[in-house]
């Protein structure tokens, strides 16, 4: 795929005219629609565009009924003010993914324009090959003439009958500041139309046309609107005309998006499957509740342990509970470790509990947990949450003081699954040190050490 | 072997790239958001396009336009982001364009709870297309069924040109299992059935007899032909004729209306996907699907220990309705568990019909797990 080239092949017999043949055109009489198509139509045949290369992509209003009026292009109709999200996909699939030869065309009025607005808007951050053509005659005229959210103040529409009294928004200026490379703005009666339209076509990259027009059904009756008046218009609202962005600078998404990803990397590169030991480990179904506080590692310990447990050939599963921030508040993971495929995920009375800290033995207590202990199980917490708590149950560990507040629940584990003989400790420690690196890992091996040496566990 | 630590939701992704799926349009959100991330970071690896949008209408937009092009493409979302989505997901019906959409459910209503699981959207889902057209929607309950229902439901997305949804959950989409690589089949989905220019030329084709949405008879596919092919698409929206015509209450576009429907229910009986444990002599059924049929199994075997005999019946292909197959395990049947993460029963008020006078009883609750116990005692009472 080369840069900045789009392999558009030419017709290959000469096309003289994109319309379906005796093309009749269903707009009102003196709309400025059927001006915009016909030289729409003028622009393609000068381009001479081979027609399976070309796609016109419209949707609701009267300018979406375009569609049906061209034979020799593929079209495709869609929802109202959707039209540039559909052909955006259309230009990122062939051009990332296909032969880069599609040139996509979008009609849309004004109201589409601004229902659809954030879609053009990243048309434009993206830079992808479309061209819009906004054909602004400042209301909905399929619907009986309501205002839009470009028609200019003091209109007169069905929706504003004593004059509209909220200012329009400039859309050439909202797109060229998201980037749009190419941007105009001119009349559906403009002698440059013709040659505003071929360079618009012909930009290999996004560009936006505001084509401004009469409605002559409700816009032109209402507000006595001329041609002239028109032009009064665009003055009042500082609504330049004219080639208003052409800029080559701003490469394509296609190019940036190869440009990034070019190297075809090595999939899963996160996690490669686990080595297999023959340590020790349970016999049976063992459920663990790992509780601490959110941005200490404890989901991240806690999958540790389901690997060393995959390591030893068991079945786990690790269902995990946050609130909704990701850095703040308790952090969860309840926890089966079985020689056999594990059905229900949840845990109703946990052979094991591991608090690292407050947080987490709060979380236990609302959420009910602690109702749910069975005489069998086993509590490890830290030394310094909630001292006053006494139970046989309770192994008190100084697991923040040893092996500090990021390792906690990782030592806590370590420790666990080494006392309770759940799996091997060494494999936690190899994880760790893959996962972490060497320091980490000689961290936890120095800290299980001096447990042990001070007594382990009380 | 070789074992893994994967979450549904990475399995969702992965399945997906091994059924070829190239595009990949996504916006965050909670728990569906493992999805997009895994493919962000595997699918360009795989000379494929994953990108974000900039809202979900957009992301789903893309994907259907991509499709159009004829790449296979799929998004992920959640409630919230369904709501957005499903203007374009009714487009995807109208225009027959295959996509695959990861509907990761949390609790509602409206953005509800971002981390708690449910069950809550499957009625939402199915009946998010204006008229009541069939949408197939998949529902996995291991990270192992995200992979094998993932490439199916792009098997069924092509095969029927229609969008199929994925129906996860929170719990199913982020909880983390043993997964076990050799189990993987290592196959891609079956693709669309393409057009083909038996001409051989180069010229554009207009063809008078034959459209974007041809067919002979209303249950047949139409052939797919792609925006930037040799064929003239003519794709829309709106009412149309098999040309892609638009056209108002044509005797021609009321048979294109039919044979939406009916190109999907002529074929209901291929489109069974249910994990059955049928009991010889058992007067009662569980049926689940999705996160609680692993409550609803560890239930049934700890029933049958007690010496009650009992048949369990997971759905996984939750629409089209497997009727006849629900109606085959209702033998000698006369009680009915419909287990269930949402209040109202959403789902037993649907199968509920196809029971034949069975009593149907529901175990209801939201907020946490349905549990092994919470069946049994169904079961028992």
């Not at chain 1, 559909?86 to 009609?107: E, Q």
């Not at chain 1, 909220?166 to 909202?174: M, Q, R, Y």
């Not at chain 2, 309950?141 to 997305?157: G, P, R, V």
């Amino acid at each position: 795929m080369t840069t900045e080239s789009r392999t558009i092949t030419k017709a290959l017999a000469p096309i003289a005219s994109y319309f379906v043949k005796d093309v009749k055109f269903p707009f009102c009489k003196g709309c400025g629609h059927t001006n915009i198509l016909r030289r729409l139509n003028e622009a393609l045949v000068e381009l001479q565009l081979s027609s399976r290369d070309v796609a016109l992509v419209t949707d609701i209003g009267c300018i979406g009924l375009s569609d049906g009026l061209f034979e020799a292009v593929h079209t495709v109709h869609t929802t109202h003010g959707r039209s540039t999200a559909f052909a955006t996909g259309i230009a990122l699939a062939d051009s990332v993914l296909a032969d880069r030869r599609l040139k996509i065309i979008v009609l849309i009025g004004d109201g589409g324009a601004m229902i659809g607005l954030q879609h053009l808007v990243h048309a434009a951050m993206l830079n992808v090959d479309v061209t819009v053509l906004v054909c602004n005659n400042f209301v909905y005229g399929m619907t009986g003439g309501q205002s839009s959210s470009f028609t200019p103040e003091e209109f007169l529409t069905s929706t504003t009958p004593k004059g509209n009294i909220v200012p329009p928004a400039d859309l050439c200026e909202i797109l060229r500041h998201s980037g749009a490379p190419f941007v105009a703005r001119t009349l559906a009666t403009d002698r440059e139309l013709p040659s505003i339209l071929r360079q618009a076509i012909d930009f290999l990259g996004f560009a936006v046309v505001e084509i401004l027009e009469l409605c002559t059904e409700f816009a032109v009756p209402a507000n006595e609107l001329t041609g002239k008046k028109l032009l009064e218009e665009a003055e009042k609202n500082r609504w330049k005309l004219g080639i208003l962005e052409s800029r080559a600078d701003r490469a394509l998404f296609v190019d940036r998006y190869e440009r990034t990803n070019g190297a075809k990397e090595l999939s899963h590169p996160e996690q490669s499957s686990v080595r297999r030991t023959k340590s020790a480990v349970v016999r049976r179904a063992v459920s663990i509740v790992v509780a601490g506080s959110a941005g200490e590692g404890v989901q991240s310990a806690s999958s540790l342990l389901c690997q060393a447990a995959l390591s030893a050939n068991l079945y786990v599963t690790q269902k995990n509970d946050n609130p909704v921030t990701q850095g703040s508040g308790f952090s969860l993971s309840e926890i089966w470790l079985s020689p056999r495929p594990v059905g229900f995920t949840g845990i109703e009375k946990p052979d094991f509990i591991l608090v690292s800290s407050e947080d987490g033995l709060r979380e236990l207590g609302l959420q009910g947990w602690m109702d749910r202990l069975s005489p069998k199980t086993r509590m490890y917490l830290d030394d310094t949450v909630d001292p006053t708590m006494v139970d046989d149950r309770i192994v008190r560990v100084p697991l923040r003081s040893t092996f500090g507040p990021r390792s906690a629940t990782l030592g806590g584990l370590a420790l666990m699954a080494s006392e309770q003989n759940i799996v091997d400790p060494k494999m936690l420690v190899a994880l760790a040190a893959d996962r972490y690196g060497e320091r980490t890992a000689s961290g936890l091996t120095d800290g299980l050490k001096r447990l042990s040496a001070g007594g382990g566990a009380g | 072997m070789a074992l893994r630590l994967r979450t549904g939701n990475q399995m969702i992704a992965q399945g997906a790239i091994q059924a070829g799926c190239r595009f990949f349009a996504g916006y965050p959100i909670t728990p569906a958001t493992g999805i997009f991330k895994t493919m962000i970071d595997e699918l360009p690896g795989e000379g494929g396009v994953a990108l974000s949008a900039p809202d979900e209408i957009s992301a789903v937009a893309y994907c259907i336009g991509a499709s159009m092009r004829g790449v296979k493409a799929m998004t992920a979302t959640s409630g919230p982001g369904w709501a957005l989505m499903t203007e374009s997901v009714q487009y995807a019906v109208m225009t027959e364009t295959p996509l695959v959409i990861a509907l990761v459910q949390r609790l509602g209503p409206s953005t509800g709870g971002a981390t708690q699981g449910a069950q809550g959207d499957v009625l939402l889902a199915e009946f998010a297309v204006s008229g009541g057209y069939t949408l197939p929607i998949l529902s996995p309950s291991t990270a192992q069924e995200c992979f094998d229902l993932t490439i199916l439901a792009f098997t069924w997305s092509e095969l029927l040109r229609t969008p199929v949804v994925l129906l996860s959950d929170k719990e199913v989409g982020m909880t983390a299992e043993r997964v076990d690589d050799d189990l993987l089949r290592n196959v891609t989905s079956q693709d669309r059935l393409q057009w083909r220019n038996r001409s051989g030329g180069l010229e554009f084709m207009k063809p008078k007899t034959y459209g974007t949405y041809s067919f002979d008879c209303v249950q047949e596919i139409p052939a797919f032909t792609p925006v930037g092919g040799e064929m003239k698409v003519t794709a829309t929206g709106s009412a149309h004729n098999k040309q892609g015509k638009l056209q108002k209450n044509s005797p021609e576009t009321l048979e294109v209306l039919k044979h939406l429907e009916e190109k999907i229910r002529w074929r209901e009986n291929d489109l069974v996907k249910v994990d059955a444990d049928i009991q010889n002599g058992a007067k009662i059924l569980v049926m689940s699907y999705g996160i609680t049929s692993r409550a609803a199994k560890d239930a049934v075997a700890e029933s049958r220990k007690r010496g009650i005999r009992v048949s369990f019946l997971g759905i996984q292909s939750l629409f089209p309705v497997p009727s006849r197959t629900i109606t085959e395990s209702l033998q000698g049947v006369g009680r009915v568990v419909v287990a269930e993460e949402n209040l109202p029963g959403l789902y037993r008020s649907v199968i509920e019909r196809h029971c034949n006078g069975a009593r149907v009883l529901g175990v209801n609750k939201i907020g946490s797990l349905i549990t092994p116990n919470d069946i049994l005692n169904a079961v028992q009472s």
